[in-house]
Structure formats: C-alpha cells, structure tokens
C-alpha cells in the first residue's frame, strides 16, 4: 500500500545512488529533484556557512536550474524558511510546481547527507532510508578518475567511502526498521529482484517502473587499471573492517582469487 512519506537515499559518492534514482524516477508516482544537500554541510541552519554552502555553489545552481525552481524564488526561501527541514518541505513544493506534478511522493537523492543522518531521522520521524553500498575499491577508483567528483588522493577518496558507512552503521540501530540497505553489485547483476524489494519497503507497486533494465551495464571492475598495489593496500587499510562486513574482500589472497576468477570467465 503506498503512502505520502518521503524517503532518502544515501551513501557514498559514485556508490550508484543516481542509477537507483533514475530507476525510481520511471515511476508515475515518485519524483526526485537533482542533489540538494542541505543535510550535509555541518553548520548551523541560517547560519552564513550553510547559506553559503547551498546558496553559491554553481553545481546547485544548475540543479535548481534543472529543477525549475527559480534562483530567485530559492533565495526568497532560504531567506524565509526556518529550519532544514522547513527549507527542503518548501523546495519539494516548488520542484513540484515546476514540474507540474500532482498528487505524487517524493524523495531525495543527496549520498552525503549521511553526514546529516542524525538530525535528518529526527526532522522526518516518518520517513525511510535506502542506503546503498558499493565495493571501496571502484568508489575509489572512480573519485581518483574524477568525471563526476574528484578526490585529491587515494586517503581522501577512501574516507568518503569509510565515513559515509560508518556513519550510517552508528545511527542505524535508530532507524532499524525505517532503513532498507541495497549493494550496488546486487543491483546492477538482478535489478528486478532489487527494485521489487526496495519498492515494497518504500510501500509502492514495482508495476510503476517503467525503467529499461538493458540499460544497465555490469561492474567494470576499474580499479585494476586505476590503482597500484600501493593504492589497494592504503583502501584495504582504510575500509578494511567495513568492508569485509559487506562481503567485500580486499585481502591480497581474496584479491588474486578474484583476478583468477575474471580471467577464467
């Protein structure tokens, strides 16, 4: 049975939280604007830093552009509103408007107002969490890459992955049954059985996808042409304990198991 309850999907940058929200998007019920990440940033709501960090960055503006929500109208409701969660209440209401959408749900797709689980849980009572996992490895590879977010070293792209998970796994035990936990590789290997899962948590009808799966490409695996041993060693280090809680092994031996294995298929 669906309701009207938001939900929020979270997670690591380049863990597939934007695959997952294009799927969802087919949907003739659910809608979801471009990033807006006002859970992220840890400063104080109406405080400079904040309005600073989600009034100026030329990536929300086009993300508000994409969304239709004019830049003018989006000061007025920074300016106006009186919390975060007053302030995304209002943003979802004008993104509606300007798509021309009624009588819909939506939801938000920000990975990193992780960083903001805790208060974002106690803004929305209600609402659920879908958090999404991916092997550290081609998350780090990917941010080294850099086409859509750049990390400046392979520290700073393993951390985005250790913080995002740690973070979720401490406020999970307060969001137990409002969290439902999806890893990419599963997603993108038997999308079906994920999604009709994930849409009978939320409490909608897999019948509204209307999303083609074909599309969907399996994992390249790119960090075997992207790190060194060295860079490995520093992820495994780093990651390692969390990881291997995902059933991700980043152990030289579970590592050459896995070579051995993508060379024989």
């Not at 974002?120 to 081609?138: G, Q, T």
């Not at 999308?191 to 009709?196: F, G, I, K, R």
């Amino acid at each position: 049975m669906s309701d009207d309850v938001p939900f929020f999907i979270l997670g690591c940058v380049r863990s597939g939280t934007t695959l997952l929200r294009d799927i969802l998007r087919t949907s003739t019920r659910l809608e979801c604007p471009e990033e807006t990440q006002y859970y992220r940033w840890g400063q104080p709501f109406g405080n400079n830093g904040f309005i600073n960090h989600v009034l100026k960055p030329p990536l929300l503006q086009r993300h508000r552009k994409m969304d239709k929500v004019d830049e003018h109208l989006f000061e007025e409701l920074m300016e106006t509103s009186l919390s975060r969660r007053n302030l995304q209440d209002r943003y979802m209401d004008a993104y509606l408007a300007g798509q021309s959408k009624e009588g819909v749900r939506w939801f938000d797709k920000s990975p990193q107002n992780v960083y903001g689980l805790p208060l974002l849980s106690h803004d929305y009572p209600s609402a659920k969490f879908v958090h999404i996992v991916r092997n550290p490895l081609n998350v780090v590879a990917s941010l080294m890459i850099g086409k859509v977010v750049k990390a400046p070293s392979v520290i700073a792209a393993a951390n985005y992955w250790y913080e995002a998970v740690a973070i979720f796994n401490t406020v999970r035990p307060l969001v137990a049954e409002r969290s439902c936990e999806l890893r990419y590789e599963n997603l993108i290997s038997s999308p079906e059985a994920e999604l009709n899962r994930l849409m009978d948590f939320v409490g909608e009808d897999p019948r509204s996808l209307s999303y083609d799966f074909s599309k969907i490409h399996p994992e390249k695996d790119q960090y075997r042409t992207v790190l060194a041993d060295a860079d490995i060693a520093v992820v495994g280090e780093i990651c390692g304990s969390w990881a291997e809680h995902y059933g991700y092994d980043l152990s030289v031996r579970g590592l050459e198991a896995e070579r051995t294995e993508s060379n024989l298929t």
